[in-house]
């Protein structure tokens, strides 16, 4: 995969016009962050996720999208070099691992990349109730770091009155 831009770098206060949400293993962080900025995002903004390495679905993904009215469907897993578009104006990486990947893809292309450092919910021990509340807490950062940085200067958040 190769990543440029589409056509120009976003200009100061624009949306990108396609965003890659990249983590580990696009099991958990990069697919949550998919479905949560295509509710939020204008539908004309391309959104996609993918893995640095292939992963397996989480179901603890589905429980925590589900109370907020979300849904992978039938999506799957995907690494980057399964994705069909390979050109993102804004690539968000979500683990270092992803974040030196994204580096280094872009290194000779003028992709944004911006780096979200969020938990990995999986190293949560416990009961069901306390594993899930990590998984929402991811959920929430993520809908609070999509909203922060897709708003446009002078506007409400994303999704407010």
């Known amino acids: 995969m190769s990543a440029t831009p589409r056509d120009m770098p976003e200009k100061a206060g624009e949306r990108p016009r396609s965003v890659l ?28 996720s993918a893995g640095v390495r292939h992963g397996e679905r989480d179901g603890f993904v589905d429980a925590v999208l589900d109370e907020i009215g979300l849904s992978l469907g039938k999506r799957q897993p995907q ?4 994705l069909e ?10 683990a270092p691992e992803a974040h030196h990947a994204a580096l280094e893809l872009t290194r000779s292309s003028s ?9 990995d919910p999986t190293v949560e021990t416990g009961s069901r109730d306390q594993r899930l509340e990590a998984y929402r807490d991811v959920r929430d950062r993520l809908t ?12 409400q958040p994303l999704g407010g009155d």
């Not at 578009?85 to 979500?94: H, K, P």
């Not at 992709?111 to 938990?119: F, Q, R, S």
């Not at 609070?144 to 506007?155: A, D, Q």
């Open 111 to 119: 992709v944004e990349v911006d780096y979200w450092p969020t938990p």
């Open 79 to 82: 690494t980057l070099e399964d």
């Open 144 to 155: 609070k770091l999509i909203e922060e940085r897709f708003k446009r200067p002078g506007t």
């Open 85 to 94: 578009d390979a050109y993102f104006d804004l690539i968000v990486t979500l």
């Open 21 to 48: 949400f990249l983590c580990g293993m696009n099991a958990i962080r990069s697919p949550m962050a998919e479905a949560i900025a295509r509710r939020l995002l204008p539908s004309g903004i391309y959104i996609a």
